[in-house]
């Protein structure tokens, strides 16, 4: 099998509200997809979301990217992903965003020639997946209300954007656990908002709260500082921004950094590094959450595709398309009851997008 086609779209998703979180606001999720075609009809889908601030890429220059790793595999295997993984890693390491959304389409088309599903593929089974639904940055009473509808609609779990002052974020997590009572864990994630003197005095101040655990209290690069933290504070810390690959992986258990990992194919250039990390994290005995920026269902399917397939996920915050204006998806996962995530059982990701909106879209070709 070769691959003889790569078509680009650049797929602007307007979301229904601004959404903030300590590293700024969004307001439209600047998207794209990838689909790879094949001389045997077979062809992958892929998707990128890129969240500058923490990938540092922008949806300009995922564009630009993947115009150069289209040139690389024309003519080459889809099915050795291991060798095309490698090559788009090695020609541009640090662009995970661009890469993840090769990365998804080659196991896309590598599942379809399977005749298996990615989960199935991967070697797993169905099993149950619960996500989150996420708030992000408001005033605390506006935050309470947001966290009463998502208790109503059934959410097994509540993930809380802090980061902005201990003060501010105390009132915060004080007032929406007022609001939905006790029984529903509070997740929160301050996105390195926080110093350690800070996140110290923030974790303390709401550790009476329910709040299962605290991902990136302080800076990405700051490993000292979230060890300081996760000694100090009586709430287990997730790395998020800390973790892209495997190598960050081993570093953060060997420094004892932290208690999770949260796993993004945003951030890990895709499947191939996520089951890598997987890996490790099994090694060490340390659950895992896979989490997202601003997928639609596509991306989010290949996300759930992962945890159903390595039971070491325990946590899932796949909640980025429940905030989109448009749903461009046709099959895929689906939302069930209170975050429940329904995977499909057909081959590959199972999921295709709706050619009407990639019609409205910007997009080129190499071939
Ligand atoms: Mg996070």
Redesign the pocket.
């Known amino acids: 099998m070769r691959i003889v086609k790569v078509t680009v779209y650049k797929a602007d998703i307007p979301l229904v509200a601004p959404f903030r979180i300590a590293l700024g606001a969004t307001e439209v999720a600047e998207n794209f997809f990838v689909r790879i075609d094949t001389d045997e009809g077979i062809h992958g889908w892929g998707e990128g979301s890129p969240f500058p601030p923490i990938v540092g890429e922008t949806q300009a220059i995922c564009l630009a990217a993947a115009r150069d790793m289209a040139r690389l595999l024309i003519g080459k295997d889809p099915l050795d992903v291991e060798a095309r993984v490698r090559e788009i890693s090695s020609f541009l390491p640090h662009n995970t965003t661009a890469r993840s959304a090769f990365d998804m389409a080659l196991y896309d088309i590598l599942g379809k020639a399977a005749g298996l599903p990615l989960y199935r593929l991967f070697g797993g089974s169905p099993r149950e997946l619960l996500t989150d639904d996420t708030i992000g940055i408001d005033t605390p009473a506006a935050m309470a209300e947001k966290a009463v509808k998502f208790k109503e609609e059934g959410f097994h779990a509540i993930k809380v954007k802090l980061g902005t002052t201990p003060e501010e974020d105390i009132e915060r997590v004080r007032r929406i656990r007022e609001a939905i009572g006790e029984g529903i864990p509070i997740r929160v994630?301050a996105?390195q908002g926080w110093d350690l003197t800070a996140a110290v005095e923030a974790l303390t101040g709401i550790e009476g709260f329910g709040v299962q655990y605290c991902?990136?209290p302080v800076a990405a690069g700051d490993l000292d500082s979230m060890r300081a933290v996760r000694e100090r504070a009586r709430i287990p810390i997730?790395a998020?921004?800390s973790l892209f690959d495997v190598y960050d992986a081993l570093r953060l258990v060997k420094e004892e950094a932290c208690d999770y990992f949260?796993i993004k194919l945003s951030k890990s250039g895709g499947l191939h590094m996520a089951l890598r990390i997987a890996a490790v994290a099994e090694a060490a005995r340390m659950a895992c959450m896979v989490?997202c920026m601003s997928e639609t269902r596509l991306a989010l399917t290949a996300a759930a595709h992962l945890a159903s397939a390595r039971p070491i996920i325990r946590f899932l915050?796949l909640d980025s398309a429940l905030t989109h204006t448009v749903d461009p998806i046709v099959g895929g996962m689906e939302y069930g009851e209170g975050g429940r995530i329904i995977l499909p059982d057909g081959p590959g990701l199972g999921a295709e997008v709706d050619p009407a909106f990639l019609g409205k879209c910007e997009s080129f070709t190499v071939s």
Request: proline share 0%.
């Open positions: 994630d996105n991902e990136q997730m998020d921004e949260n989490g915050d």
